[in-house]
């Protein structure tokens, strides 16, 4: 995953893109750039490596010496971005979002066509920012080249470009992926979270359509491509990944948070002492299950965050999994002989889950109770980089259900989406088991749409039932 911030002002924007680029940190782990354009100095970038320290530490120096009134900022969990690329077009910087299913296939087609060459990073994958700027190179301009990148690629693709005379902003053709546009006086901005411009002076200005593609300038923004009529905006934004004063489609996320826990709370039938969310985005969710049933909410265990920033999270899993328990600080007085009723954002792999359940065990829990905040996750997500998974089978309803039939095929994944199914019953009491909880019951995917708000044919539900 990752987010991006664009400021294009009358005045020096460093202040700006410092802060705004900051306030996309827990969209990424590992990369983090800004690129500055100045009339007198030209262009001047900054990357750096994000994995041990937070991005105001790392670049605190280069806000401080760079100047110009316009910047491209990002944060990334994967490849180095903004990069600088000088062509046809002349020299601009350009960042992104999304996911390239097919870069091998279009990579092999750009080196047979062209004379085009590609640095390879560590691991030998090319730069998924590098491969766009050279699809956007075919082309005779920005926009047919923005465009033919779109449709090439398999996956999702949302971006900024930064020449000297203004910034483009392109929203993924499907809008699976935000861009917010902010204006202040002789300033406009451009943010994949909304809320990254509001503390800078920035009021909300316009939300880019699917496919829309505009420019920014000091002087003011216009539409160069308009929106298209299908969209299909990830869901999982609201769920887990969205910040929670951020909003896509008009809708808040932590608004969104209490209606989904609200809706977990009118469906059930347990009756535990106290009601809490795992820590982070799985509080609001608590909180709204509490407020709809009358259980009390607590915080049984504190997330230590002073030294624990989420930049700071290792790649092997098993590190993971133990850095994410350190930061869990349990409250005895909470736990000791209680019921609990546990609600987290998602169940992945259901480690993290197994870990924290035995933390409430071993803290004098009576019982454990897990209510995941969306449906059983089934399908690998084939538009963003949610995850570091390289198989579904990482999955923990894919190994489920591969122990239930018994082989690798996964016939009837439809079965085990529908709540009303045997299969999907079974499941779900067979996950329970394994991970230890005394009981599981996950959000339905109805009651988590309409807790978003949106016509589900706008939705991705990609990950849950394999709907594209």
Known sequence: MGGFFGVASKNDCVFDLFFGTDYHSHLGTRRAGMVTYDKEKGFDRAIHNIENSPFRTKFDRDANSMKGNLGIGCIS??????????????????????????ADAIADKLLQSSHSHFFEMSGGLINATELVATMINQKENFIEGIQYAQ???????????????????????????????????????????????????????????????????????????????????????????????????GINVEQMRYQCGAKLAKRDTVRPDTV??????????????????????SRPFIKYTPTWPRSFMPTIQTQRNLIAKMKLIPVHDLIQGKRLLLIDDSI????????????????????????????????????????????????????????????????????YSNPETAEYQEMVRHIGERLDFTSLRYHRLDDMIESVGLDRSKLCTYCWDGRE
């Open 77 to 102: 969990d994967y490849e180095p971005q903004p990069l600088l690329i000088r062509s046809h077009h002349g020299t601009y910087a350009i960042t992104t979002v999304g996911k390239i299913n097919n």
């Open 151 to 249: 449709e090439l690629i398999d996956g999702s693709l949302t971006m900024l470009i930064m020449t000297p005379k203004g910034i483009y902003a392109a929203r993924d053709k499907m809008g699976r992926t935000p861009v917010a546009i902010g204006k202040k006086k002789d300033a406009y901005c451009a943010a994949f979270e909304s809320f990254a411009y509001l503390n800078l002076g920035y009021s909300d200005y316009k939300e880019l359509g699917p496919g829309e593609i505009v420019v920014i300038t000091p002087e003011g923004m216009k539409t160069l491509v308009q929106p298209g009529k299908d969209m299909k905006i990830c869901t999982f934004l609201w769920i887990y990944y969205g910040y929670p004063s951020s909003s896509y489609e």
């Open 276 to 297: 809490a969310g795992v820590p982070d985005s799985g509080t609001a969710h608590a909180v709204g299950y509490a407020n709809e049933s009358g259980i009390p909410f």
């Open 348 to 415: 992945v792999r259901g480690t993290q889950m197994r870990g924290t359940t035995q933390f409430l065990y071993q803290s004098g829990a009576k019982e454990v109770h897990i209510r995941p905040a969306c449906p059983p996750l089934l399908y690998g997500c084939k538009y963003l980089n949610f995850s570091r998974s390289s198989s579904e089978m990482d999955l923990i309803t894919r190994q489920v259900i591969r122990d239930m039939e018994g082989d690798d095929r996964f016939a009837r994944l439809d079965a």
